[in-house]
C-alpha cells in the first residue's frame, strides 16, 4: 500500500486556477470513483472539500473542481484567493483490504 | 451537528501500547452505514489513515499497521477507542478521528482537533 503521489508544491496568483494532481494505480484511483480532497490550514483539522471525484459538500466554493483521468486524479482551484492558501490531499478507496490511501500532500501558495 | 473529540495520553514511552478515545455527537454509530475513523499525522508530513469502524462492527485497517492496531465502539457512550501496541518515535504524530458518512467511500466529512501524541523515553 504505497501512498497517492502528488506534487510536492503548487503556486499561482491571484485569480489563477491551478490544478493538482493525485497519481495512483487501477488498485485505487483508477478503479473506483472514490476520490476525495481534503483542504489543511496549519494547526488546523482537514476539511473535505471534494468527494466521489467531482462532488462538492454544501458550503464548498465552486471554485473547487474535481476530475479523474485513468489513474490520475486532479483538484482545479480557480479564482485563487489569499485563503486557499493551505496543504491539500487526496485520498482514494483502495479496495477491501486496502480501504483508503491518502496522498503525499500539495502546498498551495497563492504568490 | 456533528462533533468528534480525541482524548488520550500526550506523551507515551517506546513499547508501551497507546489508547486513543473519540468521543462524538450528533451521530449514532449504530445507524446503518456510518462510520468512524482514525488518521494521523506526523509533524510536518503527510496524512495516514489507520482504521475504520462501521455501524455493524465490521473493521478495516491499514495493512501497514493491521498488526499494531484495534478499534472498537462502544455506541451507549459515543465512543470509538483505537489502541496502538508496540510504539516506536516514529509513531509521534497528531491523531485524529473522523466521521463517515453513510454509503460514502474515501470520505470523511467531520474530523476532530486531533491529539499530538510524542513518543520518547
Known amino acids: 500500500q504505497s501512498a497517492l503521489t502528488q506534487p510536492a508544491s503548487v503556486s499561482g496568483s491571484p485569480g489563477q486556477s491551478i490544478t493538482i494532481s493525485c497519481t495512483g494505480t487501477?488498485?485505487?484511483?483508477?478503479?473506483?470513483?472514490?476520490v476525495s480532497w481534503y483542504q489543511q490550514h496549519p494547526d488546523k483539522a482537514p476539511k473535505l472539500m471534494i468527494y466521489?471525484?467531482?462532488k462538492r459538500p454544501s458550503g464548498v466554493s465552486n471554485r473547487f473542481s474535481g476530475s479523474k483521468s485513468g489513474n490520475t486524479a486532479s483538484l482545479t482551484i480557480s479564482g485563487l484567493q489569499a485563503e486557499d492558501e493551505a496543504d491539500y490531499y487526496c485520498?482514494?478507496?483502495?479496495?477491501?483490504?486496502?480501504?483508503?490511501?491518502f496522498g503525499t500532500g500539495t502546498k498551495v501558495t497563492v504568490l | 451537528q456533528i462533533t468528534l473529540k480525541e482524548s488520550g495520553p500526550t506523551l507515551v514511552k517506546p513499547t508501551q501500547t497507546l489508547t486513543l478515545t473519540c468521543t462524538f455527537s450528533?451521530?449514532?454509530?449504530?445507524?446503518?452505514?456510518?462510520?468512524v475513523g482514525w488518521v494521523r499525522q506526523p509533524p510536518g508530513k503527510a496524512l495516514e489513515w489507520l482504521a475504520l469502524?462501521?455501524?455493524?462492527?465490521?473493521?478495516r485497517y491499514s495493512p501497514s499497521l493491521k498488526s499494531r492496531l484495534t478499534i472498537t465502539k462502544d455506541t451507549s457512550k459515543n465512543q470509538v477507542v483505537l489502541t496502538m501496541t508496540n510504539m516506536d518515535p516514529v509513531d509521534t504524530a497528531t491523531y485524529y478521528c473522523?466521521?463517515?458518512?453513510?454509503?460514502?467511500?474515501?470520505?470523511?466529512?467531520?474530523w476532530g482537533q486531533g491529539t499530538l501524541v510524542t513518543v520518547s523515553s
Open positions: 473522523a466521521h463517515r458518512p453513510v454509503a460514502a467511500a474515501a470520505q470523511f466529512d467531520f
Open positions: 450528533g451521530f449514532s454509530l449504530s445507524a446503518s452505514g456510518v462510520g
Open positions: 469502524i462501521y455501524w455493524d462492527d465490521d473493521k
Open positions: 487501477s488498485s485505487d484511483v483508477g478503479g473506483y470513483n472514490y
Open positions: 466521489d471525484v467531482t
Open positions: 485520498c482514494s478507496y483502495g479496495g477491501f483490504s486496502t480501504s483508503y490511501v
